[in-house]
């Protein structure tokens, strides 16, 4: 049996700012022009809620704009997260690397914000060669072939080393970008500009980078790291509700493993952040990126803590390919997969039932899903499961709430019985 690694977290400061927030749930950003900056110290916080309340007679939106440092020493890479940072051209600009850069987006994203960016990134910099590549939308196409795709317009554009790469996109493109980046002439600059909530908050921070294959999703990869990532939340502005939610399930992921402060402010806020109001949009995409880069930091090639980040993943990637790939969105299987992990974790007697009475009614007024479809039997989830990444020598790891919110496990050592009285408890057969 794999041994338990116990992992915890909570910072004071995190507790700070979560009752600073609850007085100011919902504060509207108002007054263009006003450039606010404040990085992961949270002391930096009270001007800008003084600013934002003083300035919400004006009906200019404010730019509030945070900065999260993934640190990975030589490697590592600000994370900007703010409202109108595809309007200040000077951002992007600084963190190309040379004078040639290739645009990766998909047919979706394209009429929104492709000309926006070549616009940012050309203001006033008439020496840039801006190049773009439009992928189709969809998980089918995160293959070699739209790889290959990238590789073409990269070549017949004769970019040299000296070039960056730019993901403009969801989580998918951002993948088939990354890992083209990584491998084109043995490894190019890229920056990453995600444009839906679950790549905000999850794929474009860590590095992350591949393409699936017939045989199972992301079984091709590298980590390669970005020279930095531009959020801008107003991109949210376009994104379906139904996308919005699959980003807000990875968000209580993140609360319910290491911080249970954020977890709270989640469950006061949830729909401040369903109605898309822009405070407590980028708080929450602060905290999670925070979260995400400290977890990263630590354990950038998953060799232990950074598997927390697949709490309800084991569980969720079985419904997601069990139900056929496309039916249900990847935040949508990962909350049902949750609700199981932590149905589990209560079976198993590592945390009590308020826990798992919370835990339903976030999802469920996120309008997330806390069952699997129907047709998910015991037998398909655990044929599915044996298939998952995390089996070591036979053993599935998994990972699992112990101890007060906030805490997990990623463990093998568990009771097997637990494990079936979920499943059960899930299936209809
Ligand atoms: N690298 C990682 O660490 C990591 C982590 C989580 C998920 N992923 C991967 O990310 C992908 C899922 O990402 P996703 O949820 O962003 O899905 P996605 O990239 O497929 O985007 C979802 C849909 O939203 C559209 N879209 C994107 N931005 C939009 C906008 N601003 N307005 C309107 N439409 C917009 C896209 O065109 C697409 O149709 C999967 O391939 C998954 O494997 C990677
Ligand atoms: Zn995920």
């Not at 805490?407 to 209809?428: E, I, K, M, R, S």
Request: aromatic residues 6%; glycine residues 8%; hydrophobic residues 40%.
């Amino acid at each position: 049996m794999a041994a338990p690694l116990s992992l915890s977290s909570a910072s004071p400061n995190s507790n700070q700012l979560s009752s600073l927030l609850r007085c100011f749930p919902v504060i509207s950003l108002s007054s263009r022009c006003r450039c606010l900056s404040f990085d992961s110290d949270y002391r930096n916080l009270s001007p800008i809620l003084k600013a934002t309340s003083s300035l919400s007679s004006s009906s200019r939106p404010l730019h509030v704009h945070t900065i999260v440092k993934v640190d990975l020493g030589d490697r590592s890479y600000p994370v900007h997260i703010g409202s109108g940072l595809l309007n200040q051209p000077e951002l992007l600009q600084r963190h190309v690397h040379g004078n040639q850069v290739l645009i990766v987006t998909d047919t979706t994203v394209a009429p929104f914000y492709l000309d926006q960016t070549i616009s940012a990134l050309t203001n006033r910099n008439l020496n840039l060669k801006v190049e773009s590549v439009i992928l189709p939308d969809g998980e089918q196409f995160k293959n070699m072939e739209s790889v290959m795709k990238v590789f073409d317009k990269a070549i017949e554009s004769r970019l040299d080393r000296r070039c960056t790469f730019i993901a403009l996109g969801g989580g998918r493109v951002g993948d088939i970008c990354g890992y083209a980046a990584a491998s084109y002439l043995r490894g190019v600059s890229y920056i990453q500009i995600p444009t839906t909530l679950m790549s905000q908050v999850d794929s474009s921070v860590g590095g992350k980078t591949g393409i699936n294959h017939r045989a199972g999703k992301n079984l091709i990869g590298t980590i390669y790291q970005p020279r930095c990532v531009l959020i801008d939340i107003d991109t949210l502005n376009t994104l379906e509700d139904r996308q919005l939610a699959s980003g807000l399930a990875e968000i209580i992921k993140l609360g319910l493993v290491r911080d249970a402060a954020f977890f709270e402010w989640l469950e006061n806020n949830i729909f401040a952040l369903l109605a898309r109001n822009s405070s407590a949009v980028s708080y929450a995409i602060k905290r999670s990126c925070e979260i995400k880069a400290e977890i990263v930091s630590l354990d950038e090639k998953e060799n232990g803590l950074r598997a927390i980040l697949n709490l309800g993943h084991t569980f969720g990637h079985a419904i997601e390919t069990g139900s056929g790939y496309g039916q249900w969105l990847h935040g949508e299987a990962v909350a049902a997969g949750t609700v199981m992990a932590v149905d589990m974790s209560y079976r198993i007697g590592w945390i009590d039932d308020s826990l798992v009475k919370r835990v339903h009614t976030i999802f469920r007024a996120a309008k997330l899903h806390t069952t699997p479809s129907e047709t998910m039997t015991m037998h398909i989830f655990k044929s599915l499961m044996a298939l998952d990444k995390k089996v070591a020598n036979g053993v599935l790891r998994l990972v699992l709430l112990k101890g007060p919110l906030g805490n997990c496990v990623f463990t093998g050592d568990y009771d097997l019985q637990a494990l079936d009285d979920t499943l059960q408890a899930f299936c209809n057969s």
